[in-house]
């Protein structure tokens, strides 16, 4: 258990590196569309096409390692008053609900994806095929899943002691 704990956790760290360059190339972009467009009169087309594609795959690569630091919002002010035990159970009943719509997010991301590359869909300025970026935020879904499933087995530990 603690490999696959492991190596989820090296995963979505990963994914959420590959979000920060994401997040560095968006600004490249952005200042780079500015300068061209003050000092040149000539600004960068497809901007929006790629700061688009790019903050997709932000929120998509990124949304693992939320998952796995406990960077999303929770409000426990209700559940902080009940045993440990009701709060794990309450913990792994929540988490199952958030495993599932998660996973038929991600399967119809990857659906949709397909559905893309089959009819040739591209970004309409850069002409840029847009199915493998749906694919790979489709993937950081699914690795979102198994930080979500890692939850729940620690959460199911808890209920049984």
Not at 23 to 40: C, E, K, P, S
Not at 72 to 101: C, G, M, R, W, Y
Request: with cysteine.
């Amino acid at each position: 258990m603690k490999q696959f704990s492991g190596l989820v956790q090296r995963i979505s760290r990963s994914l959420d590196i590959m979000a920060g360059f994401c997040i560095v190339a968006t600004m490249v972009i952005v200042v780079l569309n500015v300068v061209l467009r003050v000092f040149l009169r000539k600004p960068l087309l497809g901007t929006m096409d790629y700061v688009t594609l790019l903050m997709a795959l932000t929120i998509g690569l990124g949304l693992a390692y939320c998952g796995f630091n406990n960077g999303h919002i929770a409000v426990d002010l209700i559940i902080e008053k009940f045993p440990k035990k009701t709060q794990a159970f309450i913990d792994a009943i929540t988490n199952l609900i958030s495993l599932i719509f998660w996973g038929i997010v991600a399967w119809y991301m990857a659906e949709y994806a397909r559905t893309m590359a089959l009819s040739n869909l591209v970004a309409p300025t850069i002409q840029i095929p847009l199915s493998p970026v749906i694919y790979v935020i489709s993937f950081g879904l699914l690795i979102l899943c198994f930080v979500i499933l890692l939850k729940i087995i620690a959460s199911v530990r808890k209920v049984a002691q």
